[in-house]
């Protein structure tokens, strides 16, 4: 073991790679890779496990590709995928305009290795300095008796709460719900940068979120477009864990598409064994995540 091993940040264990593998919002005119239907994404995970991610995180689709909550579509999805490889599921609850029942429908019915917890509210939006304008925006509520009610479905359908953080403050909403024992160690937390009304993508503003974490936790970055491979190499170094995918960044390279979450993957741990490090396996991230479902 390194001497310089500090809680949270252990260099020498492996990196849990995770690819994320669609996103709600983007679409095929925007990236063509985007999987819509469930054949697709099970073809787009098992490029993702073959590269070395060990989990997938799933928003589902209609197969026209629109946004799905329903608990058929995250079922086919789900099934599609563990027919086509042994890679750990984690499933989205995070929408606007339906109800807490609605986002928890399918964690109840189908419950996940993983299920991501947005962990506070925010203004959430995307600007152009080209036109000095927003392209969009809107305010993402996650108030703490959701967030509450969230958590109780999570753990009784025993799917590990992954914490998705847009800022400091939403590493400190985290807390309290310890405190309650709403959420036990030991913790994921996923440390988000660069969405407009959240923390600025920069690596000490990472270095001070991860400085916040308390003791017994796995951490991940997740890296918005751009300053999404900036943020996974200081990652890396920091002994923590990654997301990629398309659903965070369409990019391999600048200007250069990826033609899979596959490539975003392999580029991720490319990296990883740069550093020295290698990509966690399935079972490397049950044991540590002590996961109880498959």
């Avoid at 200081?234 to 899979?260: H, Q, T």
Wanted: with cysteine; net charge negative; glycine share 6%.
């Amino acid at each position: 073991m390194s001497l310089w091993t500090r809680d949270n940040q252990d260099y020498d264990r492996p990196c849990m790679i995770t690819c994320a593998l669609s996103g709600v919002v983007a679409d095929r005119a925007q990236c063509p890779s985007i999987p819509y239907t469930p054949e697709e994404y099970a073809a787009e995970a098992k490029r993702a496990y073959e590269a070395g991610a060990a989990v997938v995180h799933i928003h589902a689709r209609k197969p026209d590709g629109a946004p799905s909550y329903d608990v058929e579509d995250y079922r086919r999805i789900r099934d599609a995928v563990v027919d086509a490889c042994p890679i750990l599921i984690n499933f989205s609850t995070g929408a606007i305009g339906i109800s807490t029942e609605q986002k928890t429908a399918h964690i109840k019915a189908l419950r996940p290795a993983i299920a991501a917890l947005n962990m506070g509210s925010m203004n959430y939006a995307k600007y152009n300095p080209k036109k000095k304008a927003f392209v969009f925006e809107f305010v993402f509520a996650n108030p703490f008796a959701e967030i509450s009610e969230i958590l109780r479905a999570m753990n009784e359908a025993q799917s590990k709460p992954e914490m998705e953080c847009f800022d400091l403050g939403h590493v400190a909403n985290s807390f309290p719900l310890i405190d309650q024992g709403l959420l036990k160690p030991p913790f994921q937390y996923s440390l988000i940068l660069g969405v407009l009304g959240g923390i600025p993508p920069t690596v000490p503003n990472l270095v001070r979120m991860v400085e916040q974490l308390p003791p017994r936790s796995d951490w991940e970055v997740i890296g918005i477009s751009d300053d999404q491979w900036r943020l996974v190499a200081a990652a890396i170094g920091l002994g923590g864990n990654v997301r990629v995918g398309l659903e965070d960044n369409f990019y391999v390279s600048p200007g250069v598409m990826a033609r899979s979450n596959g490539d975003l993957v392999a580029k991720a741990a490319r990296m990883v064994r740069d550093q020295g490090r290698e990509p966690a396996t399935v079972e490397e991230c049950r044991r540590r995540l002590e996961l109880v479902n498959g």
